[in-house]
């Protein structure tokens, strides 16, 4: 399963990129649908492989969770989505890449927690990434030092 519009608030670019691979023959049955509800029904509110074409399979598979939520967030309209796949999906077709650039790595910034115990000292180290959408692995990380640091209690 590619996508879920279960998975979002907002599922509107689940329903574009549907429109966009019927718009292009990408899609397994001719989408007969008014509104974006009715398109998600269509669907059953999921993008899977059954939904699409032997290249929009491929396509799919290449393209869309690797760059068109990005692609997506970066459009003003349909039409600037519709641009933007188009021109992946030649991109694609014409073999210049399997897939589109990677999207910058948010910056790490490793965490360091040394925890001192009567067997021993045991450094762990979490890479915490900057980006807000990520920062609850913070909280694994403290998480992760707490259940150590009872480790070591009991052991000792």
């Known amino acids: 399963m590619h996508d879920n519009a279960a998975w979002h608030d907002d599922p509107t670019h689940l329903v574009r990129y549907l429109r966009w691979a019927d718009a292009r023959g990408l899609l397994a ?9 009715d398109v998600l029904d269509t669907f059953d509110h999921t993008l899977v ?13 290449a393209y869309y969770t690797a760059g068109y939520l990005q692609e997506f967030e970066a459009s003003d309209t349909e039409g600037d989505t519709f641009r933007r796949l188009d021109a992946r999906f030649a991109e694609w077709r014409r073999g ?3 897939a589109p650039p990677t999207p910058p790595q948010p910056q ?12 021993g000292i045991l450094t762990v180290t979490v ?30």
């Not at 492989?49 to 598979?61: C, M, Q, S, Y």
């Not at 692995?137 to 707490?146: E, K, M, R, S």
């Open 49 to 61: 492989d059954e939904h699409l074409t032997a290249d929009g399979e491929r396509f799919t598979a």
């Open 108 to 119: 790490r910034n490793p965490l360091h927690f040394v925890l001192a115990g009567g067997a």
């Open 127 to 156: 890479a915490v990434l900057t980006d807000p959408a990520v920062a609850v692995l913070g909280w694994v990380a403290v998480g992760l030092v707490a259940f150590v640091r009872m480790e070591l209690r009991r052991r000792r």
């Open 29 to 37: 049955e001719p989408l007969d649908a008014e509104t974006d509800a």
């Open 96 to 98: 210049e890449r399997s």
